[in-house]
């Protein structure tokens, strides 16, 4: 049996710590969400954000635009919020409604109020090691493994994903913490030949039990970052949990794990912002 690596407990913990640090630094941190269409999954994600920035003294401010609004539209938008000082952070929920060049939205938000990390500089600085914000996903399991004592140095780690948001990054941050990192895609051939040598195993594909008991070594960390809808209508991850829990040393719930560490990063992150542009 596993141990249980409760993100959501551990979320709270942050989050507690997070509007702390707001009320010694006597500031009040502004989010701005935007959410373009009406892509059901975002919107609830966007609600669960608005939630944690009230609970850590954050103000959030929602822009809701219709997918037909444009992309001109938007940048329009973004402009207004890069020179709004009491807007220390944006964050546009993606995925995009068609005809949205993701890649250029992301690039016009200001790096320093790119409290997702998603823009080039702060790619690059993450890839260098020397990072102001780190992406939400990718950082959130890196802490939930530090507050579990799991330390990746030496380690082998599998990614499974190549994805901007969470594959590649994921690798890095294991990188700089001294693991050797594998990461796997679609066009891997043997897949679970090479999870199989994973001490800590990360999935982050979004195909429900891609993962079996059968790809796990005994003993391994399972770090599970998806959320699917499963047959059963019910959320659950890429991870076959039931009999990967049987094997596994450490295991991320889904609901509970990974996803309410992302948002309290996104948490702290907007702190960062803040503090930084306050000059404290
Ligand atoms: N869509 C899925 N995950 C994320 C995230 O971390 N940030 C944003 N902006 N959109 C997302």
Redesign the pocket.
């Known amino acids: 049996m596993a141990i249980i690596l409760d993100g959501k407990a551990y979320a709270s913990v942050v989050k507690e710590k997070t509007k702390a640090e707001v009320e010694r630094l006597g500031l009040t941190p502004g989010l701005a969400v935007v959410i373009v269409g009406d892509d059901g999954a ?1 919107r609830i ?1 966007v609600n669960n954000k608005k939630k944690d920035c009230a609970e850590c003294g954050i103000k959030s401010e929602e822009f809701a635009l219709p997918a037909e609004a444009g992309q001109d539209k938007l940048l329009g938008l973004i402009d207004e919020l890069n020179n709004r000082d009491d807007i220390n952070g944006i ?5 995009l409604p068609e005809g949205y060049d993701e890649q250029v939205v992301i690039q016009a938000i200001a790096p320093h109020k790119d409290v ?1 990390a ?1 823009h080039m500089e702060n790619v690059g600085r993450v890839m260098d090691g020397n990072f102001t914000f780190a ?3 990718p950082y959130g399991v890196m802490r939930l493994l530090e507050h579990h004592g799991i330390d990746p140095a030496g380690k082998h780690c599998v990614v499974v994903g190549r994805s901007n ?1 969470v594959g590649k990054p994921m690798a890095m941050l294991l990188l700089h913490k001294h693991a050797t990192v594998t990461i796997c895609h679609s066009r891997t051939p043997d897949l679970a030949e090479m999870t199989r040598k994973a001490d800590i195993l990360v999935a982050a594909v979004g195909k429900p039990k891609l993962i079996t008991a059968d790809m796990v070594k005994p003993g391994a960390v399972v770090i599970d970052v998806a959320i699917n809808r499963g047959d059963d209508g019910k959320l659950c991850g890429d991870v076959d949990y039931a009999p990967v829990e049987e094997i596994a040393s450490h295991i991320t719930p889904v609901p509970g794990g990974v996803g309410p560490m ?1 948002r309290a990063i996104l948490m702290e992150n907007t702190v960062i912002a803040a503090k930084k542009a306050s000059g404290k």
């Open positions: 975002s994600y964050l546009v929920q993606l995925p997702d998603f992406p939400c996903t948001i992302t």
